[in-house]
C-alpha cells in the first residue's frame, strides 16, 4: 500500500481526489503494515497497535460537491490502565461516515447541535486524506480511559492505608466533588 507519509508528514496518508470518484464510488481497502501501527500507536499513546484494517467506500453526492465516506475499521490495540499503569489489550470492530464537502464551510454551520449528524468537513483542494481520517475515527473508536480487570482506585487506597502508605489520587489538591458533596450536605458555607 502506498503511504504519502513522507508527502505530509502524517503516519497514514492516502489522498483522494473527490472529481476522480465514479458516481458509484470507489471501494478502498488498507491492511496497515508495522511501520504505519508503530507510528499511530506513538501518536495515540497506546502500547502497541497489533493489527489495523479499514474497508472505506468513498461516493460523491449532490453533483460531486459532497463525497460521503463509509468504513469500517478494526483493529486490535494494547493501552495502558489509568489506574494500575498495566496493560489492557483492546479490540475495535466499528463502522462509521463522514461527509466532506468542497463549498466553503462558514465557521457559524460548524457550530451544531448535538442532536444533529456531524458536519460535513471542508475538502483540502478538492481532496480527501481517507488514511488520516482512518487515524482520526480509530482515536475517536478507542476506549478513552482504559482499565485493566479489577482496577479500582477505592481499592487502592484502602490497600496502601493498610500498609501504612498514603495513596494520593489527585496530588494534595481537593478533589472538587467532595466540595459540591460538602455543600450539598450542608457542611460548608
Given at each position: 500500500?502506498?503511504?504519502?507519509?513522507?508527502?505530509?508528514?502524517?503516519?497514514?496518508?492516502?489522498?483522494?481526489?473527490?472529481?476522480?470518484?465514479p458516481?458509484?464510488?470507489?471501494?478502498?481497502?488498507?491492511?496497515?503494515?508495522?511501520?504505519?501501527?508503530?507510528?499511530?500507536?506513538?501518536?495515540f499513546?497506546?502500547?502497541?497497535?497489533?493489527?489495523?484494517?479499514?474497508?472505506?467506500?468513498?461516493?460523491?453526492?449532490?453533483?460531486?460537491?459532497?463525497?460521503?465516506?463509509?468504513?469500517?475499521?478494526?483493529?486490535?490495540?494494547?493501552?495502558?490502565?489509568?489506574?494500575?499503569?498495566?496493560?489492557?489489550?483492546e479490540?475495535?470492530?466499528?463502522?462509521f461516515y463522514?461527509?466532506?464537502?468542497?463549498?466553503?464551510?462558514?465557521?457559524?454551520?460548524?457550530?451544531?447541535?448535538?442532536?444533529?449528524?456531524?458536519?460535513?468537513?471542508?475538502?483540502?483542494?478538492?481532496?480527501?486524506?481517507?488514511?488520516?481520517?482512518?487515524?482520526?475515527?480509530?482515536?475517536?473508536?478507542?476506549?478513552?480511559?482504559?482499565?485493566?480487570?479489577g482496577?479500582?482506585?477505592?481499592?487502592?487506597?484502602?490497600?496502601?492505608?493498610?500498609?501504612?502508605?498514603?495513596?494520593?489520587?489527585?496530588?494534595?489538591?481537593?478533589?472538587?466533588?467532595?466540595?459540591?458533596?460538602?455543600?450539598?450536605?450542608?457542611?460548608?458555607?
Amino acid at each position: 500500500m502506498k503511504n504519502e507519509q513522507a508527502e505530509n508528514g502524517r503516519e497514514f496518508s492516502h489522498v483522494i481526489t473527490a472529481a476522480d470518484l465514479p458516481r458509484e464510488g470507489r471501494h478502498f481497502k488498507f491492511d496497515l503494515d508495522e511501520e504505519i501501527r508503530a507510528a499511530l500507536a506513538r501518536r495515540f499513546g497506546l502500547k502497541s497497535l497489533d493489527g489495523m484494517k479499514a474497508h472505506l467506500h468513498a461516493k460523491p453526492l449532490v453533483d460531486g460537491t459532497i463525497v460521503r465516506v463509509e468504513g469500517e475499521i478494526q483493529a486490535n490495540l494494547v493501552q495502558t490502565c489509568i489506574v494500575t499503569l498495566d496493560p489492557v489489550p483492546e479490540s475495535v470492530d466499528e463502522d462509521f461516515y463522514a461527509e466532506f464537502s468542497t463549498d466553503d464551510i462558514e465557521e457559524e454551520e460548524i457550530q451544531h447541535n448535538l442532536e444533529e449528524a456531524d458536519p460535513r468537513e471542508p475538502m483540502e483542494d478538492g481532496t480527501i486524506d481517507l488514511g488520516e481520517l482512518v487515524a482520526q475515527q480509530l482515536g475517536l473508536m478507542m476506549e478513552p480511559y482504559p482499565r485493566a480487570k479489577g482496577a479500582d482506585i477505592g481499592a487502592m487506597q484502602a490497600g496502601a492505608a493498610e500498609k501504612g502508605r498514603e495513596f494520593d489520587v489527585n496530588g494534595g489538591r481537593s478533589n472538587p466533588f467532595s466540595v459540591l458533596a460538602q455543600l450539598k450536605d450542608g457542611k460548608k458555607k
